[in-house]
């Protein structure tokens, strides 16, 4: 019984990381990548204990499943980063606690205070509140665009760096967006995106493994998943006519084994891949660690280096890569 245990979990595993291709494509599945590797690695131990041969099963799913593994944990890079490079930070700011979700007033003042203590040269940051927002008085090309018309929640992107051609991006029907920027760096034009795709929309009551809310919670997913999909494509088709290397921060509001995910890395390179350590969650949903904020670049560009950010400000985590031209 064991056995069967661990194969069905096996299965399940490759089938979420989409190893097994288009063979299955179930959204909530794709959610619970972490915990059913952590399901994965009991059972390997286990037989390592018992010196049992199916301990073998774990290493073999490993082996086929390594590329995808990769999305999920990246070992410790022992290179050693440059100075030289243009640090870009990625972050959803929940408005600035704008509706008290922490219990702390000094929230904004805090995340200028990070800011500037990791002084990146140009930061995208998401669910940005313009009335809740610190002045970012060592950024003085700052350009904010609303979600919605004349809305004060949007995306912003300040920078020490000229910025030109900002542009809002809109998505039909929905209260998320973003925004483009074109980046003036040493000469060179990069065409910045900062995009928030569909959320996931769900509260607190709202469980991954609760059986109470198990169908409600895999058609409300499952119609976000469309939407972001769709979102997705309508930018690809935008980005295709920009003329400069581009570099993509994003709030996807989904993992890196997910059809959204997939159709926008396909030719864009993914920093954390390149760059990070450890898991790199940013997010954490129904205690799942969950990596769904992401800086992609055009391949023209190299990622020097990667961090997730440990502080706690917002419902997620900042990330930052440092990159250079080729």
């Not at 097994?20 to 952590?38: A, H, K, S």
């Not at 509001?253 to 995910?261: E, Q, R, V």
């Not at 990667?306 to 080729?326: C, E, F, M, Q, W």
Request: glycine content about 6%.
């Amino acid at each position: 019984m064991l056995l069967i245990l661990n194969i069905l979990f096996l299965v399940l595993q490759l089938a979420s990381m989409g190893v097994l291709g288009g063979f299955v494509n179930i959204p909530l599945l794709t959610l619970i990548v972490p915990l059913l590797c952590v399901i994965n690695l009991v059972f390997f131990t286990i037989w390592m204990l018992r010196f049992q041969w199916p301990a073998m099963l774990f290493i073999g799913v490993l082996a086929i499943s390594l590329q995808e593994w990769q999305l999920l944990y990246q070992f410790e890079n022992r290179g050693i980063p440059t100075s030289k490079g243009l640090n870009v930070m990625s972050y959803n700011v929940r408005s600035f606690n704008r509706f008290k979700w922490l219990e702390d007033d000094n929230v904004s003042s805090s995340i200028e205070s990070f800011v500037n203590e990791t002084n990146a040269d140009v930061i995208c940051f998401q669910e940005f509140s313009k009335d809740q927002a610190p002045s970012f008085k060592d950024y003085p090309h700052q350009v904010f665009k609303p979600y919605v018309k004349d809305g004060k929640i949007g995306s912003s992107i300040i920078s020490k760096y000229p910025l030109v051609n900002s542009k809002v991006i809109s998505f039909e029907g929905s209260q998320n967006g973003g925004m483009q920027s074109d980046l003036i760096w040493k000469k060179d034009t990069l065409r910045f995106y900062n995009l928030h795709f569909e959320s996931f929309r769900l509260n607190r009551a709202d469980s991954l493994i609760s059986s109470n809310y198990s169908e409600k919670i895999r058609r409300k997913l499952q119609a976000v998943f469309e939407i972001q999909k769709e979102q997705v494509s309508q930018f690809n088709t935008l980005s295709q006519s920009s003329p400069y290397p581009e570099v993509v921060c994003t709030d996807l509001n989904n993992n890196a084994f997910s059809l959204p995910y997939k159709l926008l890395s396909k030719s864009r390179v993914d920093s954390f891949t390149e760059g990070g350590t450890g898991l790199g969650a940013t997010y954490y949903f129904s205690s799942l660690p969950l990596r769904i904020d992401f800086i992609f670049t055009s391949k023209a560009l190299t990622v020097i280096d990667y961090d997730t950010h440990g502080v706690k400000l917002s419902d997620h985590r900042p990330i930052s890569a440092k990159l250079n031209k080729g």
